[in-house]
């Protein structure tokens, strides 16, 4: 069961497959921080697109199209410069 505070809460993105390949615990966090609901492989967008629940998104009524996010990654450094971790945004894609 959904938690009713995701409920209808969902947003489209994209991973890109060198993310997923070269960077592994970065894929993790950013997938970490939805519910994911489905996932393919975009073999034409050479991305692993996916589609998720979370606080990110807006409630989107059932049967409207789920919006499209840009994923945002900034990493975050401790005072010696070593990287602690990343602070991750979904920002709403511009057509």
């Known amino acids: ?15 890109p497959m ?3 390949h070269f960077n592994p615990e970065l894929a993790r966090a950013i997938q970490a ?3 994911i609901v489905r996932a393919e492989i975009r073999y034409d967008r050479d991305a692993l697109e996916i589609i998720g ?3 990110y998104f807006d409630r989107v009524p059932p049967g409207s199209p789920t ?3 840009t ?3 900034k990493e975050v450094r ?3 410069g070593d990287l602690t971790g990343h602070e991750i945004d979904f920002v ?3 057509r």
């Open 1 to 15: 069961m959904v938690d009713r505070y995701l409920k209808g809460r969902r947003g489209q993105f994209d991973i």
């Open 33 to 35: 921080e939805v519910l």
């Open 67 to 69: 919006p499209e996010f």
């Open 18 to 20: 060198d993310t997923i």
């Open 71 to 73: 994923v945002q990654v």
């Open 78 to 80: 401790n005072d010696e």
């Open 92 to 94: 709403p894609a511009k």
């Open 53 to 55: 629940l979370g606080e």
